[in-house]
């Protein structure tokens, strides 16, 4: 078995499992945050149980709309609050904590072979630290708060082998935007996603979590890295508290991709879809309206260390708009600390407090149309940002920083140049 | 379960975004979402919708977002089923879990025109196409999706089964 079908027999109490099987599985943790917990919140008080069936499990975050943007979503939030009151969950995150995933991984609740479901679909990105993890809608985390389990098809595995080192300014954002324009937005339905390979193992924990939160822009049900040293040191744990699983030496997969990172360039996703990925240099001069830095996808601190790097002594272009948002508290103080914020300010920046804000349009930084936007986030699709006629390309920490320098899409490696 | 409609088409890769702007996710009543159907793509879909139609689309229906606002607003549109060459697995799971039968089916992209009148018989797994008289083999549904659909979704299935133990 490979490391998805062995997390998948363990929590569905099987020896085995084989791809396509479906199975009944026991869910570790679950995950809803203010646009997904309310409906799920509904659909709970029908199913007609007094109580959820472990408060402990459940986690709300508070994130795509924090602090409230509107009456409603401040009504929404009212919602999450006190049906985490009435059913004694004390894993609230309220306004501020952080986008939801950044939270979960930061406050714990992943960990290697764990289950994780989560009404969001960039759930995935706990593969990175060996948690089989995917994406459910409201109603299912409903079931979930109900029961305790759910039933999930064996995916077929798409093993994913990458060699090589980046050269300067070549990011886990660019590897994973060149994997999805390889593959294709429908390239991997259903399947699960195993990374292995020097690249990836020499990748830190950061950006490991933004190849893995991305998987689902080409389908995939999950994203997984096998658990190695970097793992277990991000998550301070040590080898008997971790649930180790390897993938057999004849775990089966479908296919197998080989990804060559050493002569990878820049990349940047084009609009209207994800798969549309092109070298930053081929589109590079087109003019942007704002810069977004920040995401479950890219708002680490080593994305903010990497744009500041960038932004040290420059000054964002007159009549582009650089927003920069911590994915969670913890990165914000972090950034504080190391003096990040003070080069993103000076630099001309807004900084925002931590939450999804521009990724989804939201709030904070939404575009009207033929406006232009470079992001680091996850998708651009038609009005994702905002207006149905806005462009969205997305881009690594670097290239976006560059690009807010120079007021138009640059590849990093030409702003170092100059 | 039989369900029958006129096809209403979209193409490849339709996205939750363009099917439910996220701006529309503050709000709870279905009813309201049901107007904001489709926006991105059709800003008439609505009006089409109303009747009951069955909505045909291409590779990776509902990719994106796990938002289930955007199967929720098109049931409540008037979609009754959703054909496609393939979906994206959050879209399809969330789909039937309210209720929306949702249809994997090769070829429906080229052999359905928009307006032809559909029947889709979702136990035997065949999507009749009245108006060119031929008929369609789909992936046929696991019964355990059948219940559910057949509860009307996956909390008043799962509300039977509680009630019955």
Known sequence: MNL????????????????????????????????????????????????????????????????????????????????????????????????????????????????????????????????????????????????????????????????GSFKKFVTPKDLILFIIGKMGADGAIYKSIEFYGSTIHS????????????????GAKNGIIEPDEITLKYLNLNLKQAEFFKSDENASYEKIVEVDASGMEPQVSCPHSVDNVKNVREVAGVEVDQAFIGSCTNGRIEDLRLAAQILKNQKVKEGTRLLVIPASREVYLQALREGLLETFIKAGAVVCNPTCGPCLGGHLGILAPNEVCISTSNRNFIGRMGSTKAYVYLASPATVAASAVKGKITDPRELEAE | ???????????????????????????????????????????????????????????????????????????????????????????????????????????????????????VDLEKGIVKNQSKNMALHAAELPPFILEILLNGGLIENLRRRIEKK
């Open chain 1, 203 to 218: 990748m830190s924990a950061d950006g490991r979590m933004t190849l893995c939160n991305m998987v689902v822009e080409m």
């Open chain 1, 4 to 163: 998805t079908e062995k997390i998948l027999a363990r929590a569905s109490g099987k020896e085995k499992v084989t791809p396509r099987e479906i199975v009944e599985a026991k869910v570790d943790v679950v995950m809803v945050n203010d646009l997904t917990g309310p409906l799920a919140v509904e659909a709970f008080r029908k199913i007609g149980v007094p109580h959820v069936w472990d408060s402990r499990r459940i986690v709300i975050v508070l994130d795509h709309l924090a602090p409230a943007s509107s009456e409603k979503a401040a009504e929404l939030h009212k919602i999450m609050r006190k049906f985490a009151e009435e059913q004694k969950i004390e894993n609230l995150y309220d306004v501020g904590e952080g986008v939801c995933h950044q939270v979960m991984v930061e406050k714990g609740y992943v960990a290697p072979g764990k289950l994780i479901v989560g009404a969001d679909s960039h759930t995935c990105m706990y593969g990175a630290l060996g948690a089989f993890a995917t994406g459910i809608g409201s109603t299912e985390a409903a079931a979930v708060f109900a029961t305790g389990s759910i039933w999930l098809k064996v995916p077929e595995a798409i093993k994913i082998s990458v060699e």
């Open chain 2, 1 to 119: 379960m039989i369900v029958s409609g006129k096809a209403v088409k979209f193409g490849n890769n339709v996205d939750t975004d363009v099917i439910l702007p996220a701006k529309y996710m503050t709000f709870i009543d279905p009813n309201e979402l049901a107007r904001h159907a489709m926006e991105g793509l059709d800003p008439n879909f609505t009006a089409k919708a109303k009747s009951g139609v069955i909505l045909v689309a291409g590779k990776n229906f509902g990719c994106g977002s796990s938002r289930e606002q955007a199967p929720l607003a098109l049931k409540y549109a008037g979609v009754k089923c959703v054909i496609a060459e393939s979906f994206a697995r959050i879209f399809y799971r969330n789909a039937i879990n309210i209720g929306l039968p949702a249809v994997e089916c090769a070829g429906v992209s080229s052999k359905i025109e928009d307006g032809d009148e559909l029947t």
